[in-house]
Protein backbone atom coordinates (compact mmCIF):
# COMPACT_ATOMS: atom_id res chain seq x y z
CA UNK A 1 0.00 0.00 0.00
CA UNK A 2 0.98 3.87 -0.21
CA UNK A 3 1.52 3.95 3.51
CA UNK A 4 1.21 2.58 6.57
CA UNK A 5 -2.53 1.58 7.50
CA UNK A 6 -4.17 0.98 10.67
CA UNK A 7 -7.25 0.17 11.92
CA UNK A 8 -9.64 0.88 14.02
CA UNK A 9 -8.69 4.58 14.37
CA UNK A 10 -10.75 4.90 17.05
CA UNK A 11 -11.76 2.35 19.65
CA UNK A 12 -13.81 2.61 22.89
CA UNK A 13 -13.74 -0.15 25.40
CA UNK A 14 -14.68 -1.33 28.43
CA UNK A 15 -12.36 -2.12 30.95
CA UNK A 16 -11.72 -6.19 31.18
CA UNK A 17 -12.69 -6.64 27.41
CA UNK A 18 -9.77 -7.49 24.82
CA UNK A 19 -8.88 -5.45 21.91
CA UNK A 20 -7.15 -6.54 18.84
CA UNK A 21 -5.31 -3.53 16.85
CA UNK A 22 -4.21 -3.99 13.04
CA UNK A 23 -1.67 -2.57 11.40
CA UNK A 24 -1.06 -2.94 7.59
CA UNK A 25 3.25 -2.32 6.90
CA UNK A 26 3.73 -0.43 3.57
CA UNK A 27 4.08 -3.70 1.13
CA UNK A 28 7.36 -5.47 1.36
CA UNK A 29 8.82 -3.50 4.26
CA UNK A 30 10.49 -6.34 6.31
CA UNK A 31 10.82 -4.04 10.16
CA UNK A 32 7.47 -3.46 11.89
CA UNK A 33 7.30 -1.69 15.17
CA UNK A 34 4.63 -0.73 17.42
CA UNK A 35 4.51 2.72 19.74
CA UNK A 36 2.54 3.70 22.91
CA UNK A 37 1.91 7.16 22.68
CA UNK A 38 0.30 8.30 25.87
CA UNK A 39 -1.43 12.07 26.14
CA UNK A 40 0.99 14.57 25.61
CA UNK A 41 3.76 12.50 25.24
CA UNK A 42 5.93 10.90 22.83
CA UNK A 43 5.66 7.85 21.53
CA UNK A 44 7.09 4.89 23.85
CA UNK A 45 8.57 1.79 22.20
CA UNK A 46 6.35 -1.65 22.28
CA UNK A 47 8.09 -4.20 20.12
CA UNK A 48 9.87 -5.07 17.07
CA UNK A 49 9.38 -7.37 14.19
CA UNK A 50 12.02 -7.88 11.18
CA UNK A 51 9.52 -10.32 9.25
CA UNK A 52 7.70 -12.55 11.42
CA UNK A 53 10.68 -12.64 13.88
CA UNK A 54 9.98 -10.64 17.00
CA UNK A 55 13.28 -9.85 17.48
CA UNK A 56 12.50 -7.43 20.95
CA UNK A 57 9.16 -7.03 22.58
CA UNK A 58 10.97 -5.12 26.10
CA UNK A 59 8.53 -2.66 25.75
CA UNK A 60 5.49 -4.07 26.16
CA UNK A 61 4.14 -3.14 29.81
CA UNK A 62 2.15 -6.46 30.86
CA UNK A 63 1.51 -9.76 30.05
CA UNK A 64 -1.76 -8.58 28.89
CA UNK A 65 -0.22 -7.09 25.79
CA UNK A 66 0.85 -9.15 22.61
CA UNK A 67 1.74 -8.67 19.77
CA UNK A 68 2.41 -11.09 16.31
CA UNK A 69 3.05 -10.97 12.69
CA UNK A 70 2.70 -14.47 11.53
CA UNK A 71 3.26 -14.02 7.90
CA UNK A 72 5.98 -11.21 8.14
CA UNK A 73 3.27 -8.47 6.38
CA UNK A 74 0.41 -7.66 8.82
CA UNK A 75 0.67 -7.10 12.21
CA UNK A 76 -1.95 -7.89 15.27
CA UNK A 77 -1.26 -5.94 18.85
CA UNK A 78 -3.75 -7.28 21.18
CA UNK A 79 -4.27 -6.13 24.42
CA UNK A 80 -6.11 -8.17 27.09
CA UNK A 81 -8.31 -7.14 30.25
CA UNK A 82 -7.74 -3.14 29.28
CA UNK A 83 -7.38 -1.20 31.71
CA UNK A 84 -8.12 2.31 31.81
CA UNK A 85 -4.51 3.26 31.93
CA UNK A 86 -4.06 1.34 28.41
CA UNK A 87 -5.78 4.89 26.72
CA UNK A 88 -3.28 5.92 24.34
CA UNK A 89 -2.59 6.05 20.45
CA UNK A 90 -1.31 3.00 19.55
CA UNK A 91 1.41 3.80 16.31
CA UNK A 92 2.71 1.13 14.02
CA UNK A 93 5.48 1.91 11.44
CA UNK A 94 7.20 0.08 8.76
CA UNK A 95 10.87 0.31 7.43
CA UNK A 96 12.02 -1.00 4.25
CA UNK A 97 14.83 -2.97 5.58
CA UNK A 98 16.17 -4.55 8.84
CA UNK A 99 16.91 -2.13 11.41
CA UNK A 100 20.16 -0.71 10.13
CA UNK A 101 22.06 2.55 9.81
CA UNK A 102 18.94 5.18 10.22
CA UNK A 103 16.66 3.79 7.91
CA UNK A 104 13.54 5.98 7.82
CA UNK A 105 10.51 4.79 9.14
CA UNK A 106 7.53 5.35 8.50
CA UNK A 107 4.42 5.27 10.51
CA UNK A 108 0.40 4.96 10.46
CA UNK A 109 -2.26 7.30 11.67
CA UNK A 110 -2.47 5.55 14.79
CA UNK A 111 -5.21 3.64 16.87
CA UNK A 112 -6.93 5.75 19.42
CA UNK A 113 -8.01 3.28 22.43
CA UNK A 114 -9.90 4.76 25.17
CA UNK A 115 -11.03 2.54 27.97
CA UNK A 116 -14.09 3.80 30.16
CA UNK B 1 20.36 3.34 27.07
CA UNK B 2 19.35 6.93 25.83
CA UNK B 3 17.11 9.54 26.57
CA UNK B 4 16.01 12.61 24.86
CA UNK B 5 14.87 15.61 26.27
CA UNK B 6 12.98 18.10 24.85
CA UNK B 7 13.02 21.35 27.38
CA UNK B 8 9.89 23.60 26.12
CA UNK B 9 6.77 21.99 26.10
CA UNK B 10 5.39 25.01 24.18
CA UNK B 11 6.63 27.42 21.76
CA UNK B 12 4.61 30.36 20.45
CA UNK B 13 5.92 32.39 17.74
CA UNK B 14 4.25 34.77 15.21
CA UNK B 15 4.17 33.91 11.38
CA UNK B 16 7.11 34.87 9.42
CA UNK B 17 9.19 34.99 12.85
CA UNK B 18 12.30 32.23 13.27
CA UNK B 19 12.00 29.52 15.58
CA UNK B 20 14.21 27.25 17.03
CA UNK B 21 13.46 24.05 19.11
CA UNK B 22 15.66 22.48 21.66
CA UNK B 23 16.62 18.78 22.12
CA UNK B 24 19.46 17.28 23.92
CA UNK B 25 20.25 13.53 24.36
CA UNK B 26 22.20 11.05 26.91
CA UNK B 27 23.57 8.01 25.40
CA UNK B 28 26.84 6.00 25.89
CA UNK B 29 26.75 4.99 22.47
CA UNK B 30 26.49 6.87 18.93
CA UNK B 31 23.67 7.51 17.85
CA UNK B 32 21.63 8.27 14.92
CA UNK B 33 18.98 11.34 15.67
CA UNK B 34 16.24 12.13 13.96
CA UNK B 35 13.49 14.89 14.32
CA UNK B 36 9.66 14.10 13.46
CA UNK B 37 6.67 16.27 12.81
CA UNK B 38 2.93 14.80 14.51
CA UNK B 39 -0.01 17.24 12.87
CA UNK B 40 -3.48 16.75 14.55
CA UNK B 41 -4.66 13.20 14.17
CA UNK B 42 -2.04 12.34 12.12
CA UNK B 43 1.25 9.86 12.56
CA UNK B 44 4.22 11.33 12.48
CA UNK B 45 5.87 12.20 9.43
CA UNK B 46 10.06 12.78 9.67
CA UNK B 47 11.55 15.87 8.79
CA UNK B 48 15.07 15.24 8.54
CA UNK B 49 18.06 13.05 9.96
CA UNK B 50 21.80 12.57 10.75
CA UNK B 51 23.55 10.18 10.64
CA UNK B 52 27.45 11.20 9.48
CA UNK B 53 28.95 13.50 7.53
CA UNK B 54 27.78 17.49 7.78
CA UNK B 55 26.60 18.35 11.16
CA UNK B 56 24.00 20.51 9.65
CA UNK B 57 21.02 18.77 7.97
CA UNK B 58 18.18 19.93 5.77
CA UNK B 59 15.05 18.59 5.85
CA UNK B 60 11.70 19.20 4.58
CA UNK B 61 9.42 22.18 4.87
CA UNK B 62 12.36 24.75 5.31
CA UNK B 63 13.49 23.26 8.68
CA UNK B 64 17.04 22.55 9.83
CA UNK B 65 19.17 20.95 12.52
CA UNK B 66 22.97 20.82 13.48
CA UNK B 67 24.63 18.19 15.50
CA UNK B 68 26.51 19.12 17.96
CA UNK B 69 28.52 16.52 19.74
CA UNK B 70 30.37 17.91 22.60
CA UNK B 71 27.03 19.58 23.98
CA UNK B 72 24.72 16.22 23.07
CA UNK B 73 22.28 18.62 20.93
CA UNK B 74 20.08 18.73 17.57
CA UNK B 75 18.16 21.96 17.73
CA UNK B 76 15.58 22.10 15.28
CA UNK B 77 15.52 25.70 13.13
CA UNK B 78 13.30 27.35 10.65
CA UNK B 79 14.18 31.02 9.90
CA UNK B 80 10.66 31.78 9.22
CA UNK B 81 7.79 30.14 9.99
CA UNK B 82 3.77 29.74 8.49
CA UNK B 83 0.91 29.02 10.36
CA UNK B 84 0.97 25.49 8.63
CA UNK B 85 4.12 24.61 10.63
CA UNK B 86 2.04 24.72 14.11
CA UNK B 87 2.05 21.05 14.97
CA UNK B 88 3.94 18.95 17.85
CA UNK B 89 7.73 17.99 17.12
CA UNK B 90 9.55 15.42 17.81
CA UNK B 91 13.58 14.30 18.78
CA UNK B 92 14.31 10.46 18.66
CA UNK B 93 17.53 9.02 19.08
CA UNK B 94 18.46 5.54 17.30
CA UNK B 95 21.89 3.29 19.14
CA UNK B 96 23.67 2.44 15.69
CA UNK B 97 23.33 -1.30 15.56
CA UNK B 98 19.99 -1.37 17.68
CA UNK B 99 16.21 -1.05 16.84
CA UNK B 100 14.35 1.22 19.14
CA UNK B 101 13.90 4.86 18.65
CA UNK B 102 13.45 6.81 21.75
CA UNK B 103 11.21 9.61 21.55
CA UNK B 104 11.61 13.06 23.42
CA UNK B 105 8.27 14.30 24.88
CA UNK B 106 7.56 16.55 22.30
CA UNK B 107 7.53 20.71 21.39
CA UNK B 108 3.94 22.30 20.52
CA UNK B 109 4.67 24.85 18.84
CA UNK B 110 2.21 27.08 17.86
CA UNK B 111 2.62 29.63 15.32
CA UNK B 112 0.24 32.98 15.69
CA UNK B 113 -0.93 35.41 12.99
Known amino acids: GAGVSQSPRYKVAKRGQDVALRCDPI?????LFWYQQALGQGPEFLTYFQNEAQLDKSGLPSDRFFAERPEGSVSTLKIQRTQQEDSAVYLC??????????????FGEGSWLTVV | AQSVTQLDSQVPVFEEAPVELRCNYSSSVSVYLFWYVQYPNQGLQLLLK??????LVKGINGFEAEFNKSQTSFHLRKPSVHISDTAEYFC???????????FGPGTRLSVLP
Open chain 2, 50 to 55: YLSGST
Open chain 1, 27 to 31: SGHVS
Open chain 1, 93 to 106: ASSLQGINAGNTIY
Open chain 2, 92 to 102: AVKARGGQNFV
